[in-house]
């Protein structure tokens, strides 16, 4: 146990997650888990946050999505779309509910939550697919949404930030959309980690090696770390990162991810796209959770300034 390297703010949130170490190593497992949190976590109070439920045509049938725009905001707004985490294998528009309120009432904008498909049910690349479906929903409803064109960005949480820094590939690629800004919170980019050796820190709490395995297995269809893997599932994995948009890599010290993340930016950097890291000391993954610890607030704090800064929000 590396309880001595995690900030005595979280040391209570360990013993919270402590839980998921007797829950089977399995995508319906984690689901009922990430439900029930989302199912007594208390209510996100934001009066000037304004939430809608809609439907659009997806790739394979209707994808649901959670719209939340905020009251007052200027006639062409920041938009944001925002995918929630779970390891490719769980999580929903309702689990990162809170967060996406959050976001837009600081950013005084609208975020798009996209209800994608899930692995092993869906595998790559259904997820992506539903999410960029999504994304162009976004872009082509500017109008109705008051959303300004030039100041659309993707914010992705874990396997979010994955399928977010995928999407922004296959955007660049498609050339139909062009993106402002990605957001990339401790972001699943690459199921090469699944095989690597690393400090036995990284990973200690929450997502673990051994979930890790389940959820990139499961998201693949078949065995992580193999040679003929598509950037557009594992993001590490694209050989050419330009043209795309300024970015923000948010980790924490003792994520497993925390090498992949670093790796990930510092080869943005090499190629020219502005980057700012921020790393969490002391923090591991879903540490945001104890949303009323300073340490949250600072991070998400740097968050939300970052994001103001490069969409240009007053």
Same mark, same amino acid.
């Given at each position: 146990?590396?309880?001595?390297? /995690?900030? $005595?703010?979280?040391?209570?949130? /360990?013993?919270?997650?402590?839980?998921?170490?007797?829950?089977?190593?399995?995508?319906?497992?984690?689901?009922?888990?990430?439900?029930?949190?989302?199912?007594?976590? $208390?209510?996100?109070?934001?009066?000037?946050?304004?939430?809608?439920?809609?439907?659009?045509?997806?790739?394979?049938?209707? @994808?649901?999505?959670?719209?939340?725009?905020?009251?007052?905001?200027?006639?062409?707004?920041?938009?944001?779309?925002?995918?929630?985490?779970?390891?490719?294998?769980?999580?929903?528009?309702?689990?990162?509910?809170?967060?996406?309120?959050?976001?837009?009432?600081?950013?005084?904008? !609208? @975020? @798009?939550?996209?209800?994608?498909?899930?692995?092993?049910?869906?595998?790559?690349?259904?997820?992506? +697919?539903?999410?960029?479906?999504?994304?162009?929903?976004?872009?082509?409803?500017?109008?109705?949404?008051?959303?300004?064109?030039?100041?659309?960005?993707?914010?992705?949480?874990?396997?979010?930030?994955?399928?977010?820094?995928?999407?922004?590939?296959?955007?660049?690629?498609?050339?139909?959309?062009?993106?402002?800004?990605?957001?990339?919170?401790?972001?699943?980019?690459?199921?090469?980690? !699944? +095989?690597?050796?690393?400090?036995?820190?990284?990973?200690?709490? @929450?997502?673990?090696?051994?979930?890790?395995?389940?959820?990139? +297995?499961?998201?693949?269809?078949?065995?992580?770390?193999?040679?003929?893997?598509?950037?557009?599932?594992?993001?590490?994995?694209?050989?050419?990162?330009?043209?795309?948009?300024?970015?923000?890599?948010?980790?924490?010290?003792?994520?497993?991810?925390?090498?992949?993340?670093?790796?990930?930016?510092?080869?943005?950097?090499?190629?020219?796209?502005?980057?700012?890291?921020?790393?969490?000391?002391?923090?591991?993954?879903?540490?945001?959770?104890?949303?009323?610890?300073?340490?949250?607030?600072?991070?998400?704090?740097?968050?939300?300034?970052?994001?103001?800064?490069?969409?240009?929000? !007053?």
């Amino acid at each position: 146990m590396a309880l001595h390297l /995690v900030d $005595p703010q979280l040391h209570s949130l /360990v013993e919270e997650f402590e839980a998921l170490k007797s829950v089977p190593i399995e995508p319906d497992a984690l689901r009922k888990v990430i439900e029930a949190q989302a199912s007594t976590a $208390p209510p996100m109070l934001r009066p000037n946050v304004i939430e809608q439920k809609l439907c659009m045509p997806g790739p394979s049938g209707p @994808v649901e999505l959670l719209v939340f725009s905020a009251k007052g905001a200027p006639s062409l707004a920041p938009g944001i779309l925002f995918i929630h985490g779970g390891g490719y294998i769980a999580g929903s528009p309702e689990s990162s509910k809170a967060q996406a309120i959050e976001i837009a009432a600081e950013l005084k904008g !609208v @975020v @798009v939550c996209a209800r994608y498909r899930l692995a092993p049910e869906c595998p790559a690349p259904g997820p992506l +697919e539903d999410c960029y479906a999504a994304l162009k929903w976004l872009w082509e409803s500017s109008d109705v949404l008051g959303i300004d064109q030039n100041r659309v960005g993707v914010w992705g949480v874990s396997a979010g930030g994955g399928l977010a820094a995928a999407l922004c590939l296959l955007a660049r690629d498609r050339g139909e959309i062009p993106l402002a800004a990605q957001l990339l919170n401790y972001p699943m980019l690459d199921d090469r980690t !699944v +095989e690597r050796r690393l400090p036995d820190h990284f990973g200690a709490f @929450v997502w673990t090696r051994a979930w890790n395995k389940c959820g990139w +297995e499961a998201y693949l269809g078949h065995e992580a770390g193999l040679d003929d893997v598509s950037h557009y599932a594992s993001p590490a994995r694209a050989e050419d990162l330009s043209s795309l948009p300024p970015t923000m890599m948010a980790t924490a010290s003792l994520d497993l991810f925390l090498d992949e993340n670093m790796t990930y930016a510092h080869r943005l950097l090499k190629t020219g796209i502005p980057t700012e890291v921020h790393v969490a000391q002391g923090a591991f993954h879903a540490f945001e959770t104890a949303a009323e610890t300073d340490i949250v607030k600072q991070s998400m704090r740097k968050r939300y300034d970052w994001m103001r800064r490069v969409l240009k929000i !007053v």
